[in-house]
C-alpha cells in the first residue's frame, strides 16, 4: 500500500512538474511573439549598467519588459528609487513579485502585466529597456510623446537609432554594450 501511494505521489508530482514547464514554455513563447523574448541579465552586469547613473533618491524607476523584474529590484534597493515593472508575461512578472518580496523590494515597486505600448511612461525619471531592435523603433513615437524632459533611458543590447543625438554615454560590454539617452 505504501509502495502505492509512494508511486501516485511522484507520478502527481511529476504531472505538476510537467504542466508547469509546459505553461512556463509557452509563456515564454508568447512573450517572444510580442517581440520581447525572456533574457535574463546577471547580477554583474546589472551592477555595472546601473554604476554609470547618478540615481536620485525616490525617483521613479520604470522597466518594460521586465521578466523576473531583477534590474529593477536591484535598483531600488541600491539605489531608493520606486519602480514600476511592466511585463505582458503574467507568469515571469508573477515571480518578480514573489522574487521582490524575498528581497523586501515590493513596497517600492508597482508590478503590471500588460502590453508596453498601454503603459504610461509621464512619470518616470529613469526607463530601463532591454528590447529588441524593431521594437524599440516601435516606441520611439512613445518616448518622444510621453517622456518628460531629462529622463534617463538606458537602452542595454541595442541602440536607439532615432535617439542617437540624445546619447550621452555608450558602454561597450560582453556580450552586449548598453546605451544611454537624456531626452
Known sequence: MINLILYLLVVFLLLFFLIFMSV??????????????????????ILDILKEIKFQKGKLFVELGSGDARIIRLAVKKYHLKGLAVDINGLINLWGKILSKFDKTD???????????????????????????????????????????????????FPINEFKNRLIKRVDRKPFPTYYYKK
Do not use: C, W
Open 24 to 45: 512556463y514554455g509557452l509563456s515564454l513563447i508568447f512573450s517572444s511573439l510580442m517581440g520581447s523574448p525572456y533574457v535574463p541579465t546577471r547580477n554583474k552586469i
Open 107 to 157: 513596497k517600492n515597486i508597482i508590478f503590471k502585466t500588460e502590453n508596453i505600448f498601454n503603459t504610461n511612461l509621464t512619470k518616470a525619471d529613469y526607463l530601463y529597456l532591454f528590447l529588441m531592435p524593431d521594437l524599440l523603433k516601435k516606441l520611439v513615437p512613445k518616448f518622444n510623446h510621453e517622456l518628460k524632459r531629462g529622463t534617463i533611458v538606458i537602452s542595454h543590447g
